[in-house]
């Protein structure tokens, strides 16, 4: 408990009334925006920040822009010469991944001094994933970029506002550097709106509290939130965590799989990052500081920051982030191409940063610490920005977020995951409304459904994705690109939960869609006719002719502890409502369901104890109970040795590596998957992505799924202090 | 605490038969409050709640009423010519999650919108909040149907007419619905295929209860009108039971006059549209008192007013501009989107029992959980042990503990200082420091309220008069004015059941909004508008004719919502009562600009996009009855002649002890004045009144508290 000398009650209101300030900032852009990158999917932040750069308060919309919004703004101070006075209404444009911390081009952000009577008291920041920034890729994305110079329009912290006003000369520049060009416009005006509000309603905080109490509570603030987070890090055991994660790219012809590993090493309130990745590469994967900071964070934010822990600047101090050498695929220097970064590098170190939080909670002695472990979320987006004529005759930028909204949530320790969670960098993430796209769109939607079986077995399954299929109607022609960032390698479980099934897509020219409507009836998946030829995950050109149809399907979440495990009378729910299908229940989860729709108890019995028996090539020497924590199911206990939570067996000195213990058993993931009837993408041209299942020797309880591309060889085991293990990082 | 109770009503004039009585009844989470007008004479009445037949509360709370008046239920009843209620039946079933089987007809290709729920993340960081939205209808009866229509409302697929027959022959003969919601895309712009597959279901299965979404909603957007198909289908059960009890029981027990049903829109309807489109009976008390304000608003000469209604474990705002009340247009109904729309209602988890906790940042925080009525605050000594903001206003001394309610509950004070004494230990606080924190907290977290509802809008809550009831409202109100910057703060008369006494000064009301996505541009598109209002307003005039209602008694009110082209949410405008001509375009564009720019900002509007009307709304209002409230002569009394006793108290703004009059609000007598610091206590609620306000009854009862010149 704080000691304190000053009132608790003004500090809670003070922070209260600044969280307000940029929720009103976020109302402001939601509801101006003309743009469904920000009306739907809320791909923008809204944060204050002091004259030094560190953060009041942020909107909890897109998470990582935590990141963007730290260096963009730090990104400004430096850029002041010496000497230089801020003015109220001055404004900066921002969205260099290199220089400005951004996430991508595409995220541009507008930061404005704010100002109580003549004195500079901070910064408001807002950001946008605009509509598009010029280049190559259409909202700025560039799946056939080999450099940054083939991107769009790169801002390093450049005024372009005086007296609340954009400049006229960049606002032309702009015009007739980018498409529909009114949109951005409009959205840099709609930022400008929000850093106004926030400049309103701090001035009337601010005189609330007097300037000396406001700046000293925001002090306090981000005291207090550093001190509840040092207390939530402390029940992390101390000891270093290591994993790998792979990013993925096919769009230049080689199969890519770029590997980035990642320590955590926690020491009682204090944690350090230290990456070591691939060399970057010439295609729009490639991350920089700011992607390494704000991804790393997100996870932190979903999985320790529940309850009472609002985000500030106090959240950042027990951090230290070592992004490693120059030059890789997580700190990219020109030309390396970028404008995919926030979905392929950065989504990777938000799903490393989970497996290492997942191996470190996994071993607190605190059941609420132990709690959050969970499965990881599908965290790839498919994304196929489009442009053509639009209904009415203008050029239209056509560019649906239903794949953003529609990817499964990891299951938790507590509750199966989200369907349509979205990408974990976006609590405020929505569904658009297919009534809306077709009125505003030359398109015509055929379906929006489940995808069955995407979400990841376990005690707990993984949320699952939805798949769109929709036709060009209404216009010619409609050409664009398309950037899928998971697809070869899913979300993993944790705790013997099985990964996820990932997403897919693909084109179907000359298709029967307008005959079928000629002859009044609706096309089905199951009627649908046409040319689909083969495609990569990413491709820089796409070409679809009237009638022609794109099909786009989400992924899951992971799953959490062993599907053995879960309750049949809940596989059979699944099955009855469709979410899973009979062959997968049997296949993933030893369930058998009777021609009447209910568990086959007898049936199911025996084919789970076949399954154990497989699994170990031998009976079981003990019997499999559910763990005490659903996602933990090995862990050190207090005779400092690993131990199977589902039957309490000894695997081993807690210095070791348990998988010495385990019968271990390798295939491709793609096809262990589709025993299950879920799918992954196969890689193509290059060793397959593997799965190596460990299973307790005695029980035959699933402990862990290790998911690498073929020939990789260094998996790892949490160190931890407290089993003598040597801590060397 | 036992069954019905006498609320110590006020009887204000002398008992005389023969006059007409008209009859509010509240039926609310905890209590169903009673509002009666009988003539010159006003009473109230308040009993529990009985979830197993509402209609025993109702009647008890009418008896209660009746017996302040002086008269016995029989003769209330029979000389009552409208009898208005307000239920939370509907509420109760959506958040129980306890309604009727119900099928679903929906486009072929879509029926898993009702798993994608527009969307299922909550605004929230935490991972463990991420749950799927309820399934509230079994997935096995979510049918299919081969049919399509484009956005423009053309037919591309044609219904197929066997397709739905074999879907509801599934869905009665072998899954056993008792309601069929038929969700089509489009229908918004075209209801046609719904309608024809309504009416094969209903000539085949007459005893099934259908609802066609175009029907609920014509705004486009298909997840949010197809949810409140659905819930309205989900609800029919209960309601239809609640409504046959009442009306039945009503008028077994002697009542002579109608019963009109309350919706969350604002006004009445009939029972019998009431059984056909139950799901606008939801929110239908906080719709009560905004409406009743908004009656008051109008007669006090006040266009600009702010709400705040606060209970036992809510605190509810909305607001009043130009005399028109915020309706939202998009109501969440727990995890559910709904396209219903609503009178306004921001409501926050800080009541008389909410209880105070220290965060585990350390820092005090108040609410949302509450102790409710059971166990209840600490001074209940129910087995309640937390604090609660009761228990903070007891150990300040702004209650009585030796006569709250009447003193039909004992309070113990020790109890109430104990759990505040343990809430503050840890920052070092007493009792009488932490029950201050526990008020501060709570007026802040209303402030935050009145802001959401109002500067989120784009009102400055300075221009606006806070009307303050409900029966915890009064100790808080004049310090949230005070922290809003608000000059003027009205507490009602009735002010503790003030939203049932809203219900008597309201009428029928029903509303049709129905997307055209027009930009105005030239006479053919004005009168693309002009035809679409045409109907919406024979529709509406048909409706109340058919409720009743004679020509000369209904009114029509248009608006219509506008947008930039290319934006999605819009921002409603009244029109005028007439047909649009295109000279009236311009300024219709112009005065949107200007809407736009008060909402969003100098600077906001796009220059380059021209404004479109995205919706077009008619509300139609049928006139009923209402009683007549007179303003009585002014009195004035003297200071001594309204003052009960004196009593020390803590006062929580100026955190120190001061003997301050407690005065009785019976004696408070039109044309008097009380200078605080003082205390108006009533029998359920009491007033503080803090240093530098005066409070000043008026005519009509209400006490007017404002800043004192300085």
Not at chain 1, 95 to 124: C, L, R, S, T
Not at chain 1, 265 to 273: L, N, T
Not at chain 1, 370 to 395: F, Q, W
């Amino acid at each position: 408990m704080t000691t304190t000398t000053h009132d608790p009650v003004s500090v809670e209101i003070h922070r209260k009334a600044l969280e307000n300030i940029t929720n009103e900032m976020a109302i402001t852009l939601t509801r101006t925006s003309g743009s469904p990158v920000v009306y739907e999917v809320q791909d923008f932040a809204t944060c204050l920040m002091d004259t030094e750069g560190e953060h009041l308060s942020m909107s909890a919309t897109i998470l990582f822009h935590a990141g963007s919004s730290l260096l963009g703004t730090q990104a400004v101070i430096a850029s002041l010469e010496d000497g230089e006075e801020v003015r109220p209404g001055d404004g900066w444009i921002v969205n260099d991944p290199f220089e400005g911390g951004a996430m991508h081009q595409g995220d541009v952000a507008i930061i404005m001094p704010q100002f109580y009577e003549d004195k500079h008291i901070g910064w408001a920041f807002s950001n946008v994933h605009v509509a598009d920034v010029g280049g190559m890729g259409i909202s700025g994305f560039a799946p056939g970029a080999v450099s940054v110079y083939d991107e769009g329009l790169r801002f390093v912290s450049t005024k372009i506002i005086s007296d609340g006003i954009l400049d006229r000369g960049w606002e032309r520049h702009l015009q007739s550097n980018v498409r529909v060009s009114n949109l951005l416009l409009n959205d840099l005006r709609g930022m400008i709106a929000a850093n106004n509000v926030a400049q309103q309603k701090l001035t009337e905080v601010v005189s609330r509290f007097g300037y000396e109490r406001f700046v000293e509570y925001c002090e306090i603030n981000k005291t207090l939130s550093e001190e509840a987070f040092r207390e939530r890090i402390q029940k992390l055991p101390d000891g270093v965590y290591k994993t790998s994660e792979w990013v993925e790219f096919d769009g230049h012809g080689e199969d890519l799989l770029l590997e980035v590993e990642v320590t955590m090493e926690v020491d009682d309130s204090d944690i350090r990052f230290d990456f070591v990745a691939d060399e970057q590469t010439d295609a729009f994967i490639n991350g920089t500081r700011g992607v390494a900071y704000g991804s790393l964070m997100t996870t932190f934010l979903t999985t320790l920051a529940y309850g009472d822990l609002p985000f500030n600047a106090g959240m950042w101090r027990p951090l230290t982030i070592n992004i490693g050498d120059e030059g890789t695929v997580v700190n990219a220097v020109p030309p390396a191409p970028l404008s995919a970064a926030h979905s392929t590098a950065g989504m990777r170190v938000t799903r490393a940063v989970k497996d290492l939080l997942n191996q470190a909670c996994a071993n607190s002695e605190d059941p609420v610490i132990r709690g959050r472990v969970g499965g990881m979320a599908a965290d790839g987006v498919c994304l196929v920005p489009l442009v053509g004529i639009g209904r009415g005759g203008a050029p239209t930028v056509v560019f649906f977020m239903d794949n953003v909204t529609g990817n499964g949530g990891g299951a938790q320790s507590i509750i199966d995951g989200q369907d349509c969670y979205g990408i974990t960098i976006g609590p405020g993430v929505g569904l658009g409304s297919i009534e809306t796209n077709e009125a505003s769109q030359p398109a015509l939607y055929l379906w929006r459904k489940l995808v069955q079986n995407s979400g990841g077995p376990g005690i707990h399954r993984g949320g699952q994705g939805l798949e769109i299929a929709y036709a060009v109607h209404g216009t010619g022609q409609l050409d664009g690109a398309v950037a899928f960032t998971c697809a070869e390698i899913p979300s993993r479980g944790a705790g013997g939960g099985y990964p996820a099934g990932t997403g897919s897509w693909s084109a179907t020219h000359g298709t029967n869609v307008i005959a079928d409507l000629e002859a009044g009836r609706q096309t089905h998946e199951e009627t649908l006719t046409g040319d689909s030829p083969p495609v990569p995950s990413n491709l820089g050109r796409l070409h679809l002719g009237r009638g022609d149809v794109i099909r786009v399907g989400g992924g899951g979440g992971g799953g959490v502890g062993d599907p053995l495990l879960r309750d049949p009378e809940l596989v059979a729910t699944d099955v009855a409502d469709e979410y899973v299908t009979a062959d997968n229940a049997r296949a993933a989860y030893g369930v058998v369901i009777g021609e009447d729709g209910a568990v086959d108890a007898k049936a199911t019995e025996d084919l789970r104890a076949e399954v154990r028996a497989d699994r170990i090539g031998a009976k079981p020497a003990s019997s499999q109970g559910l763990p005490e924590t659903a996602g933990i199911s090995v862990s050190i206990a207090g005779d400092g040795h690993w131990h199977c939570a589902y039957c309490d067996g000894d695997l081993g000195q807690g210095d070791g590596d348990w998988r010495q213990q385990a019968v271990s058993r390798e295939a491709s993931i793609s096809e262990r998957l589709a025993e299950s009837e879920m799918h992954v993408r196969l890689r193509q041209g290059a060793g397959p992505v593997m799965i190596a299942e460990h299973y307790c020797p005695e029980c035959a309880g699933l402990l862990l799924a290790d998911l690498f591309p073929e020939g990789f060889t260094a998996l790892h085991v949490p160190k931890l202090k407290r089993a003598g293990a040597a801590l060397e990082v | 605490m036992s069954t019905a109770k006498s609320n110590g009503a006020t009887v204000n004039g002398d008992a005389s038969g023969g006059s007409e009585a008209f009859v509010g009844v509240d039926v609310g989470g905890t209590h169903t409050d009673v509002q009666v007008i009988m003539g010159s004479l006003e009473a109230r009445g308040k009993a529990l709640t009985t979830y197993d037949d509402f209609s025993r509360g109702v009647l008890g709370a009418v008896g209660v009423a009746a017996e302040n008046l002086g008269v016995s239920l029989e003769e209330l009843l029979g000389s009552t010519q409208l009898l208005v209620n307000a239920t939370t039946v509907v509420t109760n079933a959506i958040t129980q999650l306890s309604g009727a089987d119900v099928g679903i007809l929906v486009t072929r290709g879509f029926r898993d919108e009702f798993r994608f729920a527009g969307g299922p993340r909550i605004r929230n960081v935490d991972d463990h909040v991420q749950t799927n939205v309820p399934d509230i209808v079994k997935r096995a009866n979510i049918l299919e149907v081969e049919e399509r229509t484009e956005f423009s409302g053309e037919e591309l697929v044609p219904l197929s007419e066997e397709g739905v027959l074999e879907a509801a022959r599934v869905l009665v003969e072998e899954n056993g619905v008792s309601a069929i919601a038929i969700c089509f895309l489009s229908s918004y712009s075209n209801g046609s295929h719904e309608q024809q597959a309504a009416e094969l279901i209903e000539a085949k299965y007459p005893e099934i209860f259908v609802t066609p979404s175009h029907r609920v909603s014509s705004v486009r957007g298909e997840y949010p009108r197809w949810m409140t198909a659905v819930l309205n289908c989900f609800v029919h059960e209960h309601a239809k039971g609640f409504l046959n009890a009442l009306g039945t029981k009503l008028h077994e027990a002697g009542l002579r006059g109608s019963v009109a049903f309350f919706q969350g829109l604002g006004g009445g309807v009939s029972q019998g549209r009431a059984e056909q489109l139950p799901l606008t009976l939801l929110g239908a008390g906080p719709a009560g008192g905004a409406t009743g304000a908004n009656e008051l608003a109008r007669r006090m000469g006040h266009d600009r007013v702010l709400l705040g209604d606060m209970g036992g474990t809510s605190f509810d705002t909305g607001l009043i501009y130009d005399n028109v009340i915020h309706i939202e247009k998009d109501v969440k109904v727990g995890r559910f989107k709904t396209s219903l729309p609503l009178v306004d209602v921001i409501s926050v988890g800080a009541g008389g029992g909410s209880i105070a906790w220290i965060s585990e940042r350390g820092v005090p925080q108040v609410g949302p959980q509450s102790a409710g009525s059971t166990p209840g605050p600490a001074a209940y000594n129910n087995g309640g042990t937390e604090p609660t903001v009761t228990d903070a206003m007891i150990a300040m001394g702004l209650i009585d503990p030796g006569n709250y309610l009447g003193g039909r509950v004992e309070l113990r004070s020790d109890l109430a200082a104990d759990a505040l004494r343990r809430f503050g230990e840890p920052m070092g606080w007493g009792v009488e420091e932490a029950a201050a924190a526990v008020h501060d907290l709570v007026v802040t977290n209303m402030a935050n309220a009145v802001r959401e509802v109002s500067v989120s809008h784009g009102y400055d809550p300075r221009e606006f008069v806070f009307y303050a009831y409900g029966g915890t409202m009064p100790w808080f109100a004049a310090e949230i004015a005070n922290v809003l910057g608000i000059g003027t703060v009205l507490v009602p008369h009735s002010s503790s059941v003030f939203c049932a006494r809203g219900l008597l000064v309201s009428d029928y009301v029903l509303r049709n909004d129905q997307t055209l996505q027009s930009a105005l541009d030239g006479t053919e598109e004005v009168a693309r508008v002009n035809q679409v209002a045409r109907e919406l307003v024979a529709a509406g005039e048909q409706s109340m004719r058919e409720e009743g209602f004679s020509a000369d008694s209904i009114e029509i009110a248009r608006s219509a919502d506008f947008q930039f082209a290319g934006q999605v949410h819009a921002l409603p405008m009244p029109l005028p009562d007439r047909e649009l001509s295109a000279d009236d375009v311009p300024g219709l564009k112009e005065k949107f600009n200007e809407v736009y720019e008060r909402t969003y900002g100098k600077g906001t509007a796009w220059p380059d996009a021209p404004p479109q009307m995205l919706n077009y709304s008619v509300t139609v209002t049928g006139k009923l009855p209402r009683p007549s409230i007179e303003e009585r002569p002014l009195e004035p009394s003297e200071q001594s002649e309204m003052l009960r006793s004196e009593r020390e108290v803590y006062l929580p703004t100026e955190r120190k002890r001061e003997v301050i009059p407690v005065y009785d609000e019976t004696k408070v007598t039109p044309g008097s004045s009380i200078e605080g610091p003082a205390l108006v206590e009533a029998v359920d609620t009491t007033l503080f009144v803090p240093r530098g306000i005066s409070a000043e009854r008026d005519q009509l009862m209400n006490i007017v508290l404002s800043t004192k010149e300085a």
